[in-house]
């Protein structure tokens, strides 16, 4: 069995068993030589679909339990799709995200919070505006602080998120 398919996965070259294993002998065989788990997806939608599906589970177990669920975003056009499904199920299946806490996970430097390049504006048009994340749980990263503070200041970002 040839497990280096990396350049050769498309839709009609490969078959889908190599991909999706149908039991959990099939996806050992095929896993065991990884060191993190891998699925691989057909289409950038599917894996958006399924990242999207875990990041709500997630959300709403912390919900269950009464507690906040963390998430580092970043900005892009990765997300976008996966932003695309969390909208939906906010406004379709009543996912709320009132225990979301937001960290941005990186900021352009130097630039403005509020420059319309930076993450926290990306994340606004594209995610935070079409939910409901309390302004007071979004903390992102300020691009314009002096270049002698830096250091310091990513050690309080950090220990913030900690």
């Known amino acids: 069995m040839n497990l280096n398919l990396s350049?050769?996965?498309t839709q009609n070259r490969v078959n889908t068993r190599y991909y999706r294993p149908n039991d959990s002998i099939e996806r050992?065989?095929?896993t065991r030589f990884e060191k993190i788990?891998?699925?691989i997806f057909t289409?950038?939608?599917e894996v958006a679909l399924q990242v999207a599906q875990e990041i709500a589970r997630t959300i709403r177990k912390k919900q269950q339990d009464h507690l906040s669920c963390l998430l580092a975003l970043v900005g892009g056009?990765?997300?976008?799709?996966v932003f695309k499904y969390l909208i939906k199920m906010y406004e379709e299946e009543n996912l709320s995200f009132h225990n979301v806490i937001i960290f941005t996970a990186y900021e352009y430097y130097p630039l403005p919070k509020n420059a319309?390049?930076?993450l926290l504006?990306?994340?606004q048009e594209d995610f935070l505006n079409h939910v409901n994340v309390p302004k007071s749980n979004i903390y992102s990263i300020n691009g314009n602080i002096p270049q002698e503070y830096v250091p310091e200041y990513c050690a309080n970002y950090e220990a913030r998120i900690e």
């Open 28 to 30: 050992s065989n095929l």
């Open 77 to 81: 056009n990765s997300p976008k799709e």
């Open 37 to 39: 788990p891998t699925d």
């Open 7 to 9: 350049s050769q996965i």
């Open 121 to 123: 504006s990306v994340l």
């Open 43 to 45: 289409t950038s939608d």
């Open 116 to 118: 319309p390049h930076s």
